[in-house]
């Protein structure tokens, strides 16, 4: 019966803990600063958020060529940056998918795409993997808007661009530009956390 008992108690830490780990969260959080990043563009440059002169902000948006929801997203995007570019919150698109995982998601394929669409904003390659897990991001599209506070980053916003998927004329939630309206009245956003929906970013580690 002791035996028992003690096999029980074992059992819930473990399963506590297991559970635990599984639960954790990972990546930024609001409020947290960012590390700083260097990246490849599609025109051979590199680009980094220290790079980013005149600017209040940034909107760093994790997407990439194959999936689906990225290019349903992928005009409204480029709609942002149109939007707030100028305004001091560009758009930073980061591709974080591994080329060997998906051949559309090469380097080569990303400079294609961007040439065709004539994006208006940088579109980085995560070579390596290494900052998208930093982030936490785990879906494309997935955003996370920025304030700049004497010259470093902060998290602001995390999740979903709006909550209509299918057609952003219908969506009746304009998550980030909610968000950088907000910032940009000197305000902090009243969401700042809403669940992405699109493709899960899948790491070769």
């Known amino acids: 019966m002791k035996n028992l008992k003690f096999i029980l108690f074992f059992s819930v830490i473990i399963f506590g803990a297991i559970s635990l780990a599984f639960t954790s ?85 990303m400079v294609k795409r961007a040439k065709e669409k004539k994006y208006s904003f940088p579109y980085l390659v995560d070579e390596g993997q290494m900052v998208f897990p930093k982030f936490g991001a785990n879906r494309t599209p997935h955003a996370f808007v920025l304030s700049k506070k004497e010259g470093k980053f902060y998290v602001e916003y995390i999740g979903a661009i709006d909550d209509n998927t299918k057609d952003g004329s219908k969506a009746t939630h304009h998550y980030v530009e909610e968000a950088v309206n907000s910032l940009l009245k000197g305000k902090k956003p009243e969401t700042t956390f809403t669940k992405a929906i699109g493709c899960s970013i899948k790491s070769k580690k």
Not at 55 to 65: L, P, Q
Not at 76 to 90: C, E, H, N, T, V
């Open 25 to 109: 969260d990972e990546g930024y959080q609001v409020g947290d600063p960012v590390e700083d990043f260097s990246l490849k563009n599609t025109d051979g440059n590199f680009v980094s958020l220290a790079g980013l002169k005149n600017t209040k902000g940034a909107i760093v948006i994790f997407t990439c060529n194959h999936c689906p929801y990225s290019k349903l997203y992928e005009q409204r995007i480029q709609d942002l940056d149109k939007m707030y570019a100028s305004k001091g919150f560009p758009v930073v698109a980061i591709n974080p998918t591994d080329p060997e995982m998906n051949p559309d998601d090469s380097f080569e394929e």
